[in-house]
């Protein structure tokens, strides 16, 4: 089952409660949130605060991408906050596992995300722990970067390694992706797709995910 989950890094600050619901209105199934520090990324977004504010204004599944340094620091922040899904970068984490754990014991799914550089190998122990893993398909900081065509054989790989450990776990993919991208990604075996300027950039909203969506 195919999720889209658009980023709110390229929507409109100044009228985020109005952007939410304009996705989630076209159909959208999560709203992604792009939380960056300025340290693990050289970028500056938001906080718990914006995800507090956004909460009562909408029903979609909050998706949290923690871009930051010491992540175990601010789950249950973001937690009460009403995320419903935290992920973090094992690249910016030491202690995985115990992360992971934290992040259920907020009453989240647990999500892990890997950088381009990154082998799938890092994540082998844990990956029978969480909810999700995001396969970076750019280098994060920035919305509206060229999709990096290699990480397709990782979300592959991937979907093979679940498959054949006999578990569930869902297929993130985030950066660069639009109608065309979205199609290399869903073949390789992604099921929640983040788009930021391809679905906020797009004349028609709807007619975006749609596309997205294939
Ligand atoms: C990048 C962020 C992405 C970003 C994607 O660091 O994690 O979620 O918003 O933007 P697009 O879809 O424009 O590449
Ligand atoms: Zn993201």
């Not at 995320?83 to 115990?98: G, L, Q, V, Y």
């Not at 029978?128 to 919305?143: A, K, Q």
């Not at 006999?166 to 639009?178: A, L, M, P, Q, S």
Request: charged share 20%; aromatic share 6%; net charge negative.
């Amino acid at each position: 089952m195919i999720k889209i989950a658009p980023s709110i890094l390229s929507a409109d600050f100044a009228h985020l409660a109005d952007d939410v619901k304009k996705v989630t209105d076209a159909g959208a199934e999560y709203i992604h949130i792009d939380v960056m520090d300025g340290t693990f990324v050289p970028n500056i977004t938001l906080g718990s605060l914006v995800v507090k504010s956004l909460r009562p204004t909408s029903k979609a599944v909050f998706d949290v991408h923690l871009m930051v340094e010491h992540p175990e620091t601010h789950i249950e922040t973001f937690a009460e906050a009403g995320a419903d899904i935290i992920t973090f970068h094992w690249e910016a984490a030491r202690h995985h596992h115990r992360i992971i754990q934290q992040i259920k014991a907020a009453g989240c799914k647990a999500g892990i995300a890997l950088n381009p550089g990154t082998p799938l190998s890092m994540i082998e122990e844990i990956l029978p722990d969480v909810d999700m893993v995001l396969i970076m398909t750019v280098n994060p900081g920035f919305g509206g970067q060229k999709f990096i065509a290699s990480q397709l054989e990782k979300i592959h790989m991937l979907y093979h390694t679940i498959k054949d450990m006999g578990f569930t776990c869902d297929i993130e993919v985030d950066g660069g992706i639009n109608a065309e991208t979205s199609k290399l990604v869903q073949e390789a075996g992604a099921n929640v797709l983040v788009a930021g300027s391809a679905i906020y950039g797009a004349e028609d909203v709807a007619a975006a995910i749609k596309a997205i969506r294939g």
